[in-house]
């Protein structure tokens, strides 16, 4: 890489602004080349005070003004209304104007997926910018796709997924050949209805770069069965939160055991450090790259820490100086083929033979 | 109740066969009245010397012999072409009969499901039987249905999953006015697909006996936000069997954790009866009803031990003496009037107004 590598952020967003965004800048800033640049959007007069406890970052920091914030629990249509000017809207319009490879924001979700698909337009042709978890299981961490953005999704819609998932867990996770899934009620090729079925049948086709696993279930997340797990936006956002809530319950229900009596609190306190890996282990990076869109944009949680924000950093960066885009391109070139060869009748044909 | 309750087992269903069915029928006798009956479906070489191990059982239980037994990996189209006679179908075929109030099985579940739908019909509209599961939270245990026997669920379909699921908690559980949800993406009203939507708006709509909440999404299952939790077979399946593997996975990680050096292996020791006590409240029942039936059948888990084999007889037992089925007769009857009332295009509207 020889060009300056120049990351847009959206210092405002989140709970903690930028007592969290700034000291973030600073954790990413060491991992990064000396010659990394930052457009920094946020109100300057809160953005100062904490610059000036990072004097390093002085040299590779632009902080472009702006007192207009989105709030947290903006709706997307008002965002889009009347978030023009906003912190969030213009790291986002930074990378449309070709002035940062990247956008960073722990904003609201539905706020930045909304005026991202505004400002940047969609590459694909999904109804709004994919959502991605990275589900944490024995072997590793599983991108999950999507996992809320776009409710009703036909056949080519998942076949999008497939493409964009594996693409960004190479670029993100460095697996040369990530291996990739299709979440349904079971194996056989005659499970599910039809538009698993359907996109079973593109992906197996084998038109595209892509190691196509089949069918997987509910229960090979946790196992890392695949790299790369495809569903709609309503199941994803359902299994997610339910093994979410399942997690935090089972937590819950395990500290409650533990200091049920003297004995078993005695025992907890030794065995403090083997619990306190095993509370690292299961919390999942807090990054989610926006799929889908004309350009990078990486959502960082509400409720991010310095390092959190600082890995979304990291992450925007691997993103854009990835291959990313252009083999999204190619294997999307190769799906409009295949779907344009397979005449409707043909690809109804598909579903039922298979 | 002056009449004698019958009760039909399937004793040779699950992965142990008589040696855990007929120790489960002395257990489950114990909690019922003395007058209660088994009529007990299963090869007599295989049933008699385990019933000579309990003596007090002899003047309760009825053997009808048969040596066919469904294979626990039948597909369900070949158990049906080839179970008559078979220690299944016979269970099955006494509640058909009358002779017997309820069937018990540990057999394979599609197997169970096709046979039950063949000889008792269904008394509802949805294509195959209804799969419950109890999800364990904070508080208790959530009803949840269907969790994968029907795949593509329209607005109605949901909302006999709600009726059918309020009167089996309330039969099961014993809790007076059961609260209900569907799970969605959202709670807002303008959230997830049209059938959705559609059911939100036909359970709102104030027609039937049910505590209606609204949307609820994949976390409210382990708080146990509401009592029953009514969606999809597609959508349930997956976040159960992705809950599952979470909650799996977790455990696996705690006993990694803890056994991971001296000390905390020392820990664990002595925390041992809180892990126990632990282990145990994740452990929700094995045994789950097929909904939707002329009739009472529960499924028991394949691996089912005594216990839980004991559960399943004792949960067919309170639902065959419970108001189950007057109650979703009368409810569905109210579905049905209201589904006319509302002609087609009042029904899109009411999803689109609301």
């Keep these: 890489m020889n060009r300056t590598l120049v990351i847009s952020i959206d210092a405002m967003g989140g709970d903690h602004g930028p007592s969290v965004t700034v000291p973030a800048l600073a954790l990413a800033a060491k991992a990064m080349p000396a010659s990394?640049?930052?457009?920094?959007?946020?109100?300057?007069?809160?953005?100062?005070?904490?610059?000036?406890?990072?004097?390093?970052?002085?040299?590779?920091?632009?902080?472009?003004?702006?007192?207009?914030?989105?709030?947290?629990?903006?709706?997307?249509?008002?965002?889009?209304r009347r978030g023009k000017g906003s912190s969030m809207w213009n790291a986002v319009e930074a990378v449309k104007a070709g002035e940062a490879v990247a956008a960073v924001s722990s904003g609201n979700t539905g706020g930045l997926m909304a005026i991202s698909k505004l400002i940047l337009r969609m590459s694909v042709d999904v109804d709004r910018p994919c959502l991605v978890a990275s589900w944490p299981g024995a072997k590793g961490l599983t991108t999950v796709l999507d996992v809320g953005a776009n409710i009703d999704c036909d056949a080519e819609r998942l076949v999008e997924f497939a493409i964009m998932g594996e693409a960004f867990h190479r670029a993100f996770h460095g697996v040369a050949k990530p291996t990739v899934g299709l979440v349904n009620v079971g194996s056989e090729d005659v499970k599910g209805h039809e538009e698993v079925r359907l996109a079973h049948a593109i992906l197996r086709s084998g038109k595209f770069d892509l190691d196509y696993r089949g069918f997987i279930e509910g229960d090979d997340l946790s196992k890392n069965t695949v790299d790369v797990a495809v569903t709609d936006g309503f199941t994803g956002n359902i299994m997610l939160k339910a093994a979410e809530g399942t997690g935090r319950y089972v937590e819950a229900e395990l500290r409650a055991a533990l200091t049920s009596s003297l004995i078993t609190t005695a025992g907890a306190l030794l065995a403090r450090s083997g619990l306190r890996k095993?509370?690292?282990?299961?919390?999942?990076?807090?990054?989610?790259?926006?799929?889908?869109?004309?350009?990078?944009?990486?959502?960082?949680?509400?409720?991010?820490?310095?390092?959190?924000?600082?890995?979304?950093?990291?992450?925007?960066?691997?993103?854009?100086?990835?291959?990313?885009?252009?083999?999204?391109?190619?294997?999307m070139t190769r799906l409009t083929a295949a779907v344009a060869e397979s005449s409707a009748p043909a690809a109804d044909g598909a579903a039922t033979v298979d």
Aim: proline letters at 6%; charged letters at 25%.
């Design 278 to 331: 095993f509370g690292q282990k299961l919390n999942p990076p807090r990054a989610a790259p926006l799929l889908g869109l004309n350009g990078v944009v990486v959502k960082s949680h509400g409720g991010a820490k310095a390092q959190d924000f600082a890995d979304a950093i990291l992450m925007a960066a691997s993103l854009s100086q990835s291959d990313f885009a252009t083999e999204v391109e190619k294997n």
């Design 36 to 80: 990394t640049r930052f457009l920094v959007h946020g109100d300057a007069a809160a953005l100062d005070p904490e610059f000036a406890r990072h004097p390093a970052l002085k040299a590779q920091v632009e902080v472009r003004h702006t007192d207009k914030v989105i709030a947290s629990d903006e709706k997307p249509a008002v965002a889009l």
